[in-house]
């Protein structure tokens, strides 16, 4: 006969937690999943993306885990860097190394949310724009630009780059 008795109360869900960001979990499955297909490109750029991570968890006073939206923040970051590497290794006549810079970079922005069109931003500035010049009475102004900037960052999520973004809403402006 067996002697163990089963267990009181529910079983825990083995998944993750509801409050767990997805992202995270997803870079550490595909990480698995880079050692398993013995990806060097993949499994490097993937470690560096997680340490990345980890580092923004620890910094500051206490350490806490990041939502999906710091996650990508820092992946967003990584892949800044790397398109900043692969520029330098250009001027300096390294193309192996820029080309592997890209290499990493394209790994990151797969994580990515799609990038928004000309169009697309042009909208949400204009919107921006709109919205401002509703609250003040009468158009913004180039005093009103760190305003509109981070309205429009805000409204585009990580989908458009700051300098992206920064320059629409001078043209905008202007």
């Known amino acids: ?89 250009d001027g300096a006549g390294r193309t192996e190394l820029a080309d592997k810079e890209r290499a990493e970079s394209a790994v990151l922005t797969a994580y990515l949310p799609s990038q928004l069109s000309g169009a697309e931003l042009t909208a949400l500035v204009d919107e921006a724009v709109q919205e401002a010049g509703a609250v003040s009475g009468s158009a913004p102004t180039m005093k009103q630009l760190g305003g509109l900037i981070k309205s429009v960052q805000t409204k585009a999520a990580g989908r458009a780059d700051g300098a992206r973004i920064a320059a629409a809403v001078r043209s905008a402006l202007t």
């Open 1 to 89: 006969m067996n002697d163990i008795a089963p267990a009181a109360g529910p079983v825990p869900d083995a998944g993750p937690p509801a409050d767990r960001p997805e992202l995270k979990a997803r870079i550490r499955a595909d990480l698995t999943a880079a050692m398993k297909a013995r990806d060097p490109l993949t499994l490097g750029t993937l470690r560096m993306a997680l340490a990345a991570i980890q580092k923004e968890e620890v910094a500051g006073d206490a350490a806490r885990e990041l939502t999906d939206a710091e996650v990508l923040a820092a992946l967003a970051r990584e892949v800044k860097k790397r398109k900043e590497s692969a520029e330098a290794f």
